[in-house]
């Protein structure tokens, strides 16, 4: 069964707008990525937050972590049409070598609309 | 500058007709992972490489098997391919080093079976 459980589904939202999607998981983790698709392409890796930090920026993303809850949160703020696209978080599963495989959630597909 | 690259990125084959995609990569990367994606759906892991050091996930069927002759190459053979097989396939490499957990994922293959 799939790690992460994400949602919305499905948002959309105008140009200018914040978009947040959120991530929620079952276990505990090492770390917890955001990936993005474009429609029919390879999958993008946005940003890693490690299971001790709390909240992390790059660019116009912003991710958070709450452990407790077991969920993370990816917010797009000021967004773009070319921000169209599929958005996974995905938890990883650390293998004793120093490498890990990832458990991705559902997804969440934003149509951003000029 | 495609560090991940897939061929081809679309194939059709006949149910039953055994097919091959693959992958290259030219990252020097230790790890190599097959992705199956359906429509709509999370990238589900087949399995991976570490090195030459073949992982199968527990639940991919045996009608999918994997060879990696060499560090940059990689491929997913199937067997006899069903109807149930149409996906996208996607290809994925990484370091496989304690401080580095990205995965870097090609543009993948859409296989359709008729």
């Known amino acids: 069964s799939q790690q992460g459980e994400e949602d919305p589904q499905a948002l959309s939202i105008q140009e200018g707008e914040n978009a947040t999607m959120n991530c929620s998981y079952k276990t505990s983790i090492n770390n917890l990525q955001w990936y993005r698709q474009n429609s029919g392409r390879g999958l993008v890796h946005l940003i890693l937050i490690r299971s001790n930090e709390r909240e992390k920026h790059s660019g116009r993303l912003r991710v958070t972590l709450d452990t407790s809850k077991k969920s993370s949160s990816l917010l797009i703020t000021a967004s773009r049409a070319a921000d169209t696209a599929s958005y996974f978080c995905a938890t990883d599963w650390a293998f004793s070598g120093g490498y890990n495989k990832l458990i991705f959630g559902a997804g969440t597909r934003l149509a951003v609309h000029p | 500058d495609a560090m991940v690259i897939q061929n081809p990125r679309y194939q059709v084959t006949q149910f039953g007709k055994p097919v091959t995609l693959s992958c290259s990569q030219t990252l020097n990367h230790n790890v190599m992972y097959w992705y199956q994606q359906k429509s709509s759906q999370a990238p589900k892991l087949l399995f991976h490489?570490?090195?030459?050091?073949?992982?199968n996930e527990a639940d991919t069927p045996d009608n999918f098997q994997s060879r990696r002759p060499n560090t940059s190459f990689c491929f997913l053979d199937i067997r006899s391919p069903g109807l149930g097989d149409a996906a996208m396939y996607l290809c994925a490499t990484s370091r496989g080093s304690l401080d580095s957990y990205e995965q870097y994922f090609g543009p993948g293959t859409r296989l359709t079976v008729t």
């Open positions: 490489y570490y090195d030459k050091d073949f992982n």
